[in-house]
C-alpha cells in the first residue's frame, strides 16, 4: 500500500480559515441589534427628566409583570387605551431589564374586580402577591395616561410606576408631558416613523408621514423605557 502524502497542511489551512470565518461573523453581529430593530433612534429627542430611579436594575428582578394602561379622565373613552396596552408591553421589553410580560383587562378584572390599577391608587390587600403567584413576577409595572389631547397638537401626560413584589419599594417611577407640537419631538416622530415604513419597503416622502395618537404613544413609550435603571453585568 502506497504511502498517502500527510494531510496536517491541509487541516491547517481549514483551521486557519474556519479562525477567520469566525472573526468576520462576530464583527457582524456585534454591529446588528440581536434583539430585533426599533424605529426610533438610541439619541430620542424626547426625554423625560422628572424620573425617580434605582442607581441599578435588580438582579433579583427577572419578570414584571405589566398592568393595563389606566385612564381616569372624563373626556376618554374607557376602551381607547386598551388598543395601546402592546405599545407599552413591546417597548418595555425592548429595554431588556427582564421579561415583560401582560396581564390583560379581563384578567385584572377576575382578579381584582377592576381592569385598570393607577399608580396611586389603593390596593387590595395581598394584590401584589396576587398577581405575582399568577403571572411568576418579581415586580408589577403600574401605568397611567394623566392628560391627553389627541387633535392638533397632541399631547401626552404620563404616569408610571415599577415596584418589586417582597420588598415593596420603588425600582422606578415617572411623571412627564410631551408635547408633540415641539419641533424636534415632531421631526424625531417622523423620521422614525419614515426609517419604519422603508425597512418594510412601503415608499413614503417624510412630508407626508402624520404623526396619529397612537404613533404618539409609540413614541412616548419608547423614550420612557429608556429612562428605566441600567443593567449590571
Known amino acids: 500500500m502506497k504511502n498517502l ?14 479562525a477567520r470565518e469566525a472573526l468576520l461573523v462576530s464583527g457582524l453581529c456585534a ?27 435588580p438582579q433579583t428582578v427577572k419578570r414584571v409583570a405589566v398592568l393595563p394602561l389606566a385612564c381616569g379622565l372624563a373626556d376618554v373613552p374607557v ?44 390596593l387590595p390587600p395581598d394584590f401584589l402577591e396576587r398577581v405575582a403567584a399568577l403571572t411568576g413576577a418579581d415586580a408589577v409595572a403600574f401605568l397611567e395616561v394623566t392628560s391627553f389631547s389627541p387633535y392638533g397638537a397632541i399631547s401626552i401626560g404620563f404616569r408610571a410606576r415599577i415596584t418589586e413584589v417582597v420588598s415593596k419599594g420603588t425600582i422606578w417611577a415617572l411623571e412627564d408631558v410631551i408635547q408633540m407640537d415641539q419641533a424636534e419631538v415632531s421631526q424625531a416622530v417622523k423620521d422614525g416613523l419614515t426609517r419604519r415604513e422603508s425597512r418594510s419597503s412601503v415608499v413614503s416622502e417624510l412630508n407626508g408621514v402624520k404623526i396619529t395618537p397612537s404613533r404618539a404613544m409609540s413614541y412616548v413609550a419608547s423614550a420612557i423605557a429608556q429612562t428605566l435603571p441600567p443593567r449590571k453585568f
Open 5 to 18: 502524502p500527510s494531510m496536517r497542511p491541509l487541516i491547517v489551512l481549514l483551521l486557519v480559515c474556519l
Open 31 to 57: 454591529s446588528v441589534d440581536p434583539y430585533g430593530w426599533s424605529p426610533w433612534s438610541s439619541q430620542l429627542a424626547y426625554r423625560p427628566t422628572n424620573v425617580l430611579s434605582a442607581p441599578v436594575w
Open 79 to 122: 376602551d381607547y387605551f386598551s388598543a395601546h396596552d402592546p405599545i407599552w408591553r413591546a417597548a418595555l421589553q425592548e429595554s431588556h431589564r427582564a421579561e415583560f410580560v401582560t396581564v390583560s383587562r379581563a384578567d385584572l378584572a377576575r382578579w381584582s374586580g377592576r381592569s385598570s390599577f393607577s399608580t396611586s391608587q389603593l
